[in-house]
């Protein structure tokens, strides 16, 4: 799993995430905008980094470790002091490493006994944070990363629900759904298209990743027919009347795999804007 971009979608879209999770108040995120850093003269790219709004406030670098590294210490101590010494911000710094359990922290810490005991870093572990006693949003979408995989799907149901009631903004509440499909996609890679379909209504659905994937590559298959037929024709009336028939052709090849999905009839007519009864025809002719 590509844990290091999820992280960095979670705490872009729920920054408050991050301050929960080394337990401070989650409001303490609206004094932060959260970005990742390049220190551009050695090539060195840290996960996350949280700037403060004021001097009185600490830098956060966050760090996402999900395999062992001997020299995870090493980099991370390397990159932050280089990125220290090239910034003009002056304000004192905290680091987090994120794991997903102990067993993956197996740096040498020898020559950093020091900084790792002191409140300067951090370590939390995915695996016992069921310590935390928040259940925010944020704090589930993570859990979910080490959820076992028999529980999986139905923990991302109750996450996507409690979306849909908790968060108002279409936006954020797409980004988490999205989120949502993208760490079961890596933990369940062979998901069923039902499974997928019983986790999200509708509109939810057209927000995931698969159903774009197919609704597209129907609308360009169309397209793409169209005006093959249409050049074909060699006429003004023949491009049109091609095009028209190749994106209706492409429609009508969408609606297997919309069936799949689970949609019923009336829903495929809503989304490919097509008359119920033509929607009805082509999911008989499947049968």
């Not at 932050?80 to 810490?109: A, C, H, Q």
């Not at 002191?118 to 928040?134: A, K, N």
């Not at 979306?163 to 759904?177: K, S, V």
């Not at 297997?256 to 999911?283: C, F, H, K, W, Y």
């Amino acid at each position: 799993m590509k844990t290091d971009s999820i992280f960095y979608r979670i705490f872009q879209s729920l920054p408050s995430t991050f301050f929960e999770l080394i337990n401070q108040p989650p409001s303490l995120a609206n004094a932060y905008q959260f970005s990742s850093v390049e220190v551009k003269q050695l090539a060195f790219r840290i996960d996350g980094v949280f700037l403060p709004n004021a001097p009185e406030l600490a830098i956060y670098f966050a760090e996402v470790q999900f395999q062992p590294d001997k020299k995870i210490y090493s980099r991370l101590f390397t990159e932050i002091f280089n990125y220290l010494d090239k910034t003009e911000l002056t304000n004192t710094w905290r680091s987090v490493v994120i794991f997903p359990n102990r067993s993956i922290d197996t740096g040498d810490t020898e020559r950093y006994t020091e900084l790792l005991n002191s409140q300067r870093v951090t370590r939390v572990y995915l695996d016992e944070l069921t310590s935390i006693e928040s259940s925010s949003i944020g704090i589930e979408t993570v859990k979910l990363i080490v959820e076992p995989e028999s529980t999986a799907t139905a923990k991302a149901i109750e996450i996507v629900n409690s979306a849909r009631q908790e968060i108002m903004d279409t936006a954020q509440q797409r980004e988490i759904i999205q989120l949502i499909e993208t760490i079961l996609i890596y933990k369940l890679p062979r998901l069923s298209r039902e499974e997928m379909a019983k986790m999200f209504g509708l509109s939810e659905l057209k927000q995931t990743r698969f159903y774009q994937e197919v609704f597209t590559e129907g609308k360009q298959q169309g397209k793409e027919e169209g005006k093959l037929e249409g050049k074909l024709e060699g006429k003004l009336e023949g491009k049109l009347e091609g095009k028209l028939e190749g994106k209706l052709e492409g429609k009508l090849e969408t609606i297997p795999q919309l069936l799949a999905l689970g949609l019923s009839i009336e829903q495929i007519a809503q989304a490919l804007d097509l008359d119920e009864q033509v929607v009805r025809q082509a999911a008989q002719s499947e049968t």
